[in-house]
């Protein structure tokens, strides 16, 4: 197994456990305790974990954008719900949008009208919330389940067919130059999907994640038609992304 995908195996373990162990990490990935300390090192160095004596535990685990399998507790939620406000003011009736897995888009569902609408999405709690507006026509890719969301080719290539007219992609972090990234590549595929079939993205990020960096890229900054973002998100922050040419909505 390579290093970066290692490093994969490592957060993807960290997001399910929030806290584990070297000797646990050796045996699983098959690697002597050395080197799975020094990976750990390297990941504390990008502010992913925090290590701890024997073993490391999560860095930002209120910044995941992947849920718990169980009813999330939504951190930020005021925040969230400022963005989901903002957000709503871009979707018109009849309109086909994908709503990106994470608590921010959930407060969005939460937030719709049951209107005509065409809603594509691989989040399981924005599936469950959705179900009971009959107007709103739902549409869900296949795949596998990988904790509160679909994930896997099958969905891939099904999104990679549609025709739709407006995403909103969530992001553990958004960063000037690394652009937005999360955690693992379980998901990466699925959001550059979203990113091609879609006439207008735009990037829906809490005022906490700007500056953030993940391990994975998914998408530059450019490839979004702007961010949404809370009102909380500091000035000399938002004018440094508008002087890099990228359009931040606060209100």
């Known amino acids: 197994m390579n290093p970066l995908r290692r490093y994969e195996t490592i957060m993807e373990?960290?997001?399910?456990?929030?806290e584990v162990t070297v000797n646990e990490l050796s045996e699983r990935l098959d690697v002597t305790g050395k080197?799975?300390?020094?990976?750990?090192?390297?990941?504390?160095?990008?502010?992913?974990?925090?290590?701890?004596?024997?073993?490391?535990v999560l860095a930002q685990s209120d910044q995941l954008g992947i849920l718990s399998t169980k009813e999330p507790i939504i951190k930020h939620a005021d925040q969230k719900s400022e963005i989901a406000t903002i957000a709503l003011r871009y979707i018109q009736p009849r309109d086909i949008i994908a709503l990106d897995g994470g608590s921010t888009t959930l407060e969005i569902a939460r937030r719709l009208e049951n209107q005509p609408l065409t809603v594509v999405t691989n989040d399981l709690f924005i599936i469950s919330e959705l179900l009971h507006k009959e107007e709103i026509r739902l549409v869900?890719?296949?795949?596998?389940?990988?904790?509160?969301?679909?994930?896997?080719p099958e969905a891939v290539d099904y999104v990679n067919k549609l025709n739709i007219q407006k995403s909103f992609i969530s992001a553990t972090g958004v960063h000037l130059q690394h652009g937005f990234t999360i955690y693992t590549s379980d998901h990466a595929d699925y959001k550059r999907a979203l990113i091609r079939?879609?006439?207008?993205?735009?990037?829906?990020a809490d005022h906490y994640k700007f500056g953030q960096c993940a391990l994975r890229t998914f998408a530059s900054l450019s490839e979004v038609a702007m961010i949404l973002t809370d009102s909380a998100l500091p000035a000399e922050i938002a004018k440094q992304y508008?002087?890099?040419?990228?359009?931040?909505v606060t209100q």
Do not use: F, W
Request: aromatic share 4%; proline share 2%; charged share 25%.
């Open 13 to 18: 373990i960290l997001l399910a456990q929030k």
């Open 35 to 56: 080197t799975i300390r020094e990976d750990l090192a390297k990941l504390e160095e990008k502010g992913l974990l925090v290590r701890i004596h024997g073993g490391a």
């Open 140 to 152: 869900v890719p296949g795949g596998y389940r990988l904790r509160n969301m679909l994930a896997g």
């Open 197 to 204: 079939s879609s006439a207008t993205v735009y990037g829906v």
């Open 242 to 248: 508008r002087d890099a040419g990228i359009q931040i």
